[in-house]
């Protein structure tokens, strides 16, 4: 019997909870509130995938600068005095004559 009067107790709650939200007053409240709450998801959802691409631009930066850092190591290599006197070396240059220097103002 315990289990009838729960269910009529049910009834009662969702016949009352129908006709509040199924009233004039009741369903315009009832489509605002779900509005705003899938509004609500659809913002939280796109702030997350936003979230993502700054992520992986920033990943990116990071990628660039390391490469940056690492062409600045080997032109300071390639421009060492230590290399250019074996390339000219190799090349069988020597030093310019003082007829040979311009100096540009």
Avoid: C, H
């Amino acid at each position: 019997m315990a289990t009838r009067k729960t269910s009529g107790r049910w009834q009662k709650i969702s016949g009352n909870l129908k006709s509040i939200l199924f009233s004039s007053q009741g369903f315009p409240l009832f489509l605002g509130f779900t509005l705003l709450s899938v509004l609500f998801v659809i913002f939280r959802m796109k702030g997350v995938e936003i979230d993502y691409k700054i992520s992986g631009i920033d990943k990116d930066i990071e990628k660039v600068s390391l490469e940056n850092k690492e062409l600045k190591a080997k032109k300071a290599r390639m421009l060492s005095v230590k290399n250019l006197k074996s390339m000219a070396k190799k090349y069988d240059l020597s030093q310019p004559k003082q007829g040979q220097i311009l100096v540009i103002r």
